[in-house]
């Protein structure tokens, strides 16, 4: 674990469990838990600046695996997005863009995707597009899982906190079949910065474009470079060939 | 209004649109707002909106009443060509097995298939009482294929509605069809607007066919930015107890029912006060509901900007969230004649009493 004080410094730590007997084992519940960073008395921890209400994270080592197609490290949900986002600003820094693109990064998704809210409200996009890491469902041999590293970017269809536009969706899947890109279908059960984005003011045409990781919400989470291409790709396609009759066409598809 | 449009009853129930799909229903909506509304707008994701225009000054009303009905969509097709569904909106798996489906594909062609289900010889007892999980269930297209049913241009993600046609029962008083949830809400806002044909009236009266309240309730969100009316009225369906499986008093035939409050709203009480006077000068029969769980569009249009003063209409339905819903023709044209005759008397000075009942 790290933690980290009010003036940025950051130290590290470990849960402390009473003795792992797996037989008596039970999970604990996190507000029970205790990090232990090495300080012997309340006095020394004072001395550290640390203070009620500093963060804690879990903290993971970045490292590209075995073959060099994939990356472990914590967090790539959601910061991958945010590395993406830079990338497709410098993809597109020299390039005419029909539309005024807004790429950010937003704030409190994990306590109930608050920052969506003002974020919209700040930009009142036309269009969205969202960059959000989804969990693999790969390990157990389904065959209708969703969620599958390597097959490319996610073309979903559902999620609990937005009903895709469909025509934008597809316009999504017609980009990856023209540009050879992978894109696999996916559907999920929870809730991403969509749900607002597509539902304040007086909506608007949202696009989830993501891929998938698995061991999310761990600090040894899984991405492939090529689920990351393939999105960096699509997404770029898309924007470039954004223009206000494209975008109209999408806000009028169930009228 | 004593006629019941039952050509128009029949158009919206038997249209095909579930959350996020609605075209089909707004393009018969659209037909109604073109005889009897002024102008129509529309928001970002779908909903319709009707405008009588009264007085420039005149209060704003909304009326709500949502397009999508639930249904499914395609969520696997297997290799043998069978289709899985993931539910959109609540459904009961009991409804289901043994059903006729329509799938609609992004051409608009219509694909019918029937909901698969187990015979009951060699079942055990335990697997004859369990509920089988809508998300479990698939459809049968009577394909050998993938392919053959690639070929008949389904995708996943495509719609997924019941295939089932409107028809009035024994008692004509009693209507059957599927959607009426919430299609019968939108069937009263187009009827206030034909009642207010030919009449001047200070209010300027936005008839909203909102879509996806059954993931959320979000078009009402969108409308209600759109409009940012002055009273809002929602309509939508509430459940019948009047059947041998269920105890209550709500019953069909009954007539205005006036929800005073639900999971998600407190009727404003300004407003249910001066409609139930309303209904009581018209000589109508008034009920009242209140149901501690849901939500109507109310839920989220009262909340919008400063607050909206709100009240849900309810029509009693059987057998809600099924293939099959019935209802009457006296509940809905009650409700029709209550509203128009609200939306005919209301001015600025109605509104500041209604909204000074609670100052």
Known sequence: MMVKNNDGKEFKGTIITADSDEENSKVIKANEMLVDIGATSKEE?????????????????????????????KAWDNRYSCVLGIELLEALKDIKLDVDLYVGCIVQNKVDLRGSEPATNLIKPDLAIVMDCFQANDIDGVKEAVGKLGEGVLANFYDKSMMPNRTLLRYLVDICKSNHIKYQ???????????????????????????????????SSIIDINDYMAAKKAIIQVVKSLDSEKIDKFKAENR | MENVDLQMLKELSEADGISGCEKEVSRVVKKYFKKYADEILY?????????????????KIMISGHMDEVGFIVRDIDDNGYIKLLPIGRWWGHDLPSQEMVITTSTGAKIYGVVGTRPPHGMTRAEEEKVINPIDLFIDLGVKTKEEVQNLGIQVGDMITPNVKFSVMNNPEYLMGKAWDDRIGVAVGIDVLKELQGIDHDANIYVAATVQE????????????????????????????????????????????????DGMTLGNKGLLNKFEKICEGLGLDINYNSIPEGGTDAGNIHKTFCGIVTMTLSIPTRYMHSPRLVISRKDYIQTVKALAEFCKGMNIELLKDIKGANR
């Open chain 1, 45 to 73: 921890v004072n001395e550290l600046g640390i203070k009620f209400g500093d963060s804690i994270v879990v903290d993971g080592q970045f490292e590209v695996l075995a073959k060099g197609q994939r990356i472990l490290s």
């Open chain 1, 185 to 219: 279908y996916y559907y999920s059960m929870k809730e991403n910065d969509a749900k607002w984005i597509h539902k304040k003011i007086i909506g608007c045409p949202t696009l989830m474009a993501c891929i998938c990781a698995r061991n999310i919400n761990t600090n």
């Open chain 2, 214 to 261: 059954e993931v959320g309730i979000r078009g009402a969100r969108t409308a209600a930015h759109l409009i940012n009316p002055d009273i809002a009225f929602a309509l939508d369906v509430t459940g019948a107890k009047d059947t041998p499986f269920d105890k209550g008093e709500t019953k069909l035939g009954g007539g205005v029912i006036i929800s005073v409050l």
């Open chain 2, 43 to 59: 928001d970002n994701l779908g909903s319709i909106i009707g405008l009588k225009k009264g007085k420039e000054n005149g209060p």
